[in-house]
């Protein structure tokens, strides 16, 4: 059996169940475009003020926090855990470009 094959009822709830996960990809798509806004603007920061790109003691602070809230929410902390560890990664990659490209007097022009 495929999807397409499959019963009225069933094919409603599959649809209105999928309209939901794609407005929340959606919504997680806009909310980590945001968050990227700002890390861009902390890397410049950083970059200017000759700061190390990475902040181990920060992102212990975010893992705890984020372990926590997803404990309450009934999220598996340990995937919330890594997914921070992912999104942190990159940002991490992007303030290392950022320093690259900026001269170590710090009078880059944003
Ligand atoms: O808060 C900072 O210092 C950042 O650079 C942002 C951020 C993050 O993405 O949350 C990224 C790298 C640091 O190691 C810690 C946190």
């Known amino acids: 059996m495929t999807t397409s094959d499959i019963d009225e009822n069933v094919r409603a709830e599959l649809d209105r ?4 996960i794609d407005n929340i990809d959606a919504a997680v798509v806009h909310m980590l475009a945001e968050r990227f806004k700002c890390t861009q603007q902390v890397g410049h ?11 181990p003691a ?4 975010q893992i705890q926090r984020l372990r926590e809230l997803a404990e309450s929410a ?3 902390p340990a995937f919330a855990e890594k997914l921070l560890n992912f999104i942190i990664a990159e940002v991490i990659r992007h303030h290392e470009q950022i320093a690259g490209d900026s001269p170590a007097d710090g009078t880059a022009v944003e």
């Not at 169940?17 to 939901?20: M, P, Q, T």
């Not at 920061?45 to 990475?54: E, G, M, T, V």
């Not at 920060?58 to 602070?61: L, P, S, V």
């Open 17 to 20: 169940l999928r309209g939901s």
């Open 45 to 55: 920061l950083k970059a200017r003020h000759q700061l190390p790109p990475a902040d």
């Open 58 to 61: 920060r992102e212990a602070r």
């Open 74 to 76: 009934k999220l598996d």
